[in-house]
């Protein structure tokens, strides 16, 4: 007796969609096995680079705060230089002006007196 002779369009409808429905679980099955392992791999990875980027987190913080140090040290250095440089800017002008008017004073009177001098030796008589 042939089996497929005896059945009628609906049962064999019936079979097809269940035969297509069990490699479509099938399917889906395994795929949904292989998205699992790949998360699994996914999720190691994920922990291996938490596991590095911490540490490296902490170490960058650590030198950001030494760099933000240095930074002050340099802007206070920076701010005493300045603070010199006014000083000195202020020493020299200061010079200037006390030494200046008795600089040219006296460089007046030398003037003046070797200008006497020299007409005092001109007004007498030479040896000859």
Request: hydrophobic fraction near 50%; aromatic fraction near 2%; glycine fraction near 4%.
């Amino acid at each position: 007796m042939n089996v497929y002779a005896e059945l009628s369009g609906a049962d064999l409808a019936v079979v097809v969609v269940t035969g297509c429905s069990i490699v479509a679980v099938v399917a889906v099955l395994y795929a949904l096995q292989r998205i699992l392992t790949t998360v699994r791999q996914v999720r190691a990875t994920l922990d291996e680079v938490n596991d590095q980027a911490l540490p490296l987190l902490e170490q960058l913080a650590v030198t950001l705060d030494e760099a933000n140090a240095e930074v002050a040290r340099v802007d206070r250095l920076v701010g005493s230089a300045e603070s010199i440089s006014a000083t000195v800017d202020a020493t020299s002008k200061l010079a200037y002006r006390a030494l200046s008017a008795p600089v040219i004073k006296t460089v007046a009177v030398t003037s003046g007196a070797s200008r006497a001098a020299r007409r005092l030796r001109e007004g007498q008589p030479r040896k000859r």
